[in-house]
């Protein structure tokens, strides 16, 4: 039985801990024992909202003891996995302070706030022996894993042209706006704009630079409007715009356009269109396993069974804070074209 200390209890920690119950549900050996947060009006079930639905029917707080000390829990719990989903400028510091007890991590995204630290999580992973995955859902939501697989394959030739776009209303439900000011989620860039870097970066590799432009609008924060062109040495066009800056009844889209020689693939309103360039639209039917379930069961997994993290290697999660880096430094000149380190 894998037992899991869960950190966080918003609402990408309330995510996590419905799978986790689901999971247990389903006979996996799993059970999350312990859940720390600072808030204790959380563990009466006191909670701000969040930008995607998720059903938080299941989360069972009684079951599991509650702390409001992260060292104390590390402590006084027998564990095996401890699952981070606090304010991103803390993923470093207690993604070390779990290993170096000798615990492996799932720490959501970003994976820190600058390469640097990133690096010493990656360093204390080595150290340490244990498994470190940063939970950059995308690399498993069903339909980001499809257009995965029609990149890999080759099925419709090489890609010509591929936009990614992710938006909504200013994210100012979190606790202490900690999702707003720069000095707690690094703005936009890191907070939202990080996934649709992440998701250039795992299906066409580290581009040779790039060019940002970027506007701050919310009071405390920066990069609340991103739009980056990613140079590729075959000259394909890729491209990514975010905007959490959407108001009124908006709601919260992400989408892509991914254009190959021989036909194209668009996901829109939650609707992924397969279109080959010689026949009609496919639109694919997926499992009823959202992302945040399959990258935790593939996590539990790789911890059960001794498996290597391949999906989402910490060392390429490293790279997607390089480009990110990277964005912000075009972002400051004015959109100049940036080389990646």
């Known amino acids: 039985m894998l037992k899991v200390g869960l950190v966080g209890l918003g609402f990408m920690g309330r995510a996590h801990l419905t799978n986790y119950r689901r999971l247990e549900q389903e006979g996996y050996p799993i059970r999350v024992t312990a859940i720390c947060d600072t808030d204790e009006d959380k563990f009466r079930g006191i909670f701000a909202g969040g930008n995607i639905q998720v059903d938080e029917s299941n989360l069972a707080l009684s079951a599991s ?7 104390r829990m590390l402590e006084e719990e027998e564990l095996d ?3 981070i989903a606090m304010p991103s400028y803390l993923h470093a510091d207690m993604t070390v302070q779990a290993m170096e007890r ?3 991590v799932l720490c959501e995204k970003p994976m820190a706030l600058s390469t640097a630290e990133g690096r010493r999580m990656l360093e204390a992973a080595e150290r340490s022996g244990k498994k470190l995955m940063v939970a950059q859902v995308l690399r498993f939501w069903p339909e980001y894993e499809y257009l995965k697989e029609t990149v890999n394959s080759g099925r419709y030739g090489k890609v010509l042209s591929a936009h990614f776009f992710r938006g909504g209303n200013p994210p100012q439900w979190t606790h202490n706006d900690w999702m707003v000011r720069t000095e707690t989620s690094g703005g936009g860039l ?11 970066n795992w299906l066409f590799g580290k581009p040779d630079s790039v060019s940002t432009l970027a506007l701050d609008v919310l009071p405390g924060s920066s990069f609340d409007i991103i739009s980056t062109q990613y ?10 715009q975010s905007d959490r800056t ?3 009844e908006f709601g919260f889209e992400m989408s892509f356009r991914v254009n190959f020689e021989r036909g194209n693939l668009v996901y829109e309103k939650r609707v992924l269109r ?4 010689d026949g009609k639209a496919i639109v694919p039917q997926f499992p009823d396993e959202p992302g945040y379930y399959r990258e935790i069961k593939y996590f ?9 993290i391949v999906r989402a290697k910490p060392e390429e999660t490293l790279a997607s804070l390089a480009i990110a880096e990277a964005e912000a430094r075009s972002a400051r000149e004015g959109g100049s074209l940036v080389n990646i380190a």
Do not use: C, E, F, W
């Open 102 to 104: 000798g615990l492996h």
């Open 65 to 71: 003891r509650h702390y409001t000390d992260y060292s």
């Open 300 to 308: 539990a997994d790789a911890v059960l069974h001794d498996r290597p």
């Open 81 to 83: 996995i401890v699952d």
């Open 231 to 240: 140079v590729y040495p075959d000259r394909k066009v890729v491209s990514s």
């Open 246 to 248: 959407l108001a009124g």
């Open 274 to 277: 397969d279109n080959p360039g």
């Open 190 to 200: 890191y907070d939202l704009h990080i996934h649709d870097i992440d998701m250039v």
